[in-house]
């Protein structure tokens, strides 16, 4: 999995045994997120509400460390199935609260698809600090995405 950092941005980038339609589903159908998104009793998204369109709001709820609870929402940007998946992400963690923008950009090429995760805003580097957790997020949807395909 490679990485990079910028000043206010995470990249990561994994590659998926599966054409992009298929992660694509898996990145925006509520009911198949959270079957991924997370590990019971470590961080795991149990509700998830999707209104899939430029400018429509999407929510995540769930628990970390088992029973601390967590809600993150944002506004879809940009919808380009099934190559682009962009939205905003506004969470309040730990008495902070913070917009930033996620985008995944999907590249298929013989079956296999590049997914380039930016995660761009994180101004603070205890922003950045929270956000380390996208290779092992990935990682879980290259799992599930694979076992499905």
Known sequence: MNSATESDTIVKEITINAPAQRVFEALTDPQQRVKWWGVAGKFQVTH???????????VMRGTAMGTKPFTFRG?????????????????????????????????????ATTVRLTHSGLTTEQARQNYQGWPWLLALLRDFVEKQA
């Open 48 to 58: 998830m509400e999707s209104d899939l369109r430029p400018g429509g709001a999407w």
């Open 75 to 111: 506004e879809y940007r940009a919808i380009e199935r099934p190559q682009l998946l962009e939205f905003t992400w506004l969470h309040e963690w730990e008495g902070s609260v913070l917009t930033t923008i996620v985008r995944f950009d999907l590249d298929e090429k013989q079956g």
